[in-house]
Nanobody, 114 residues
């Protein structure tokens, strides 16, 4: 199982980014995908998730600004981030659970700064 995040970068406050999580080695269409982020010096925290059926949930800090989606034909999940704030600066990770094991990508850095 391999997860590869991409799409991070440097953006000004109020800007947007779209992160991608490309999966391989699993039947992606049946996977529940969760996004987390880790700010410097802090623990990794939940951001959003999407079920195999496309149902979504969000942490309150990002609800209304972030949108999680998936393209099963491309084995990829997305995190569209808008109206970004400096507090969104973090390394963003996607995660799936398969056969009782949690799999993580390597993360992608998002930096929000003037």
């Amino acid at each position: 199982v391999r997860l590869v995040e991409s799409g991070g970068g440097l953006v000004r406050p109020g800007g947007s980014l779209r992160l991608a999580c490309a999966a391989s080695g699993i039947v992606f269409s049946i996977q529940h995908v969760t996004w987390y982020r880790q700010r410097p010096g802090m623990q990794r925290r939940y951001v959003a998730d999407i079920s195999r059926d496309g149902l979504t949930n969000y942490d309150g800090s990002v609800r209304g600004r972030f949108t999680v989606s998936r393209d099963n034909a491309e084995d990829t999940a997305y995190l569209q981030m808008t109206n970004l704030e400096p507090e969104d600066t973090a390394v963003y990770y996607c995660q799936v659970s398969f056969q009782r094991t949690d799999y993580w990508g390597q993360g992608t850095q998002v930096t929000v700064s003037p």
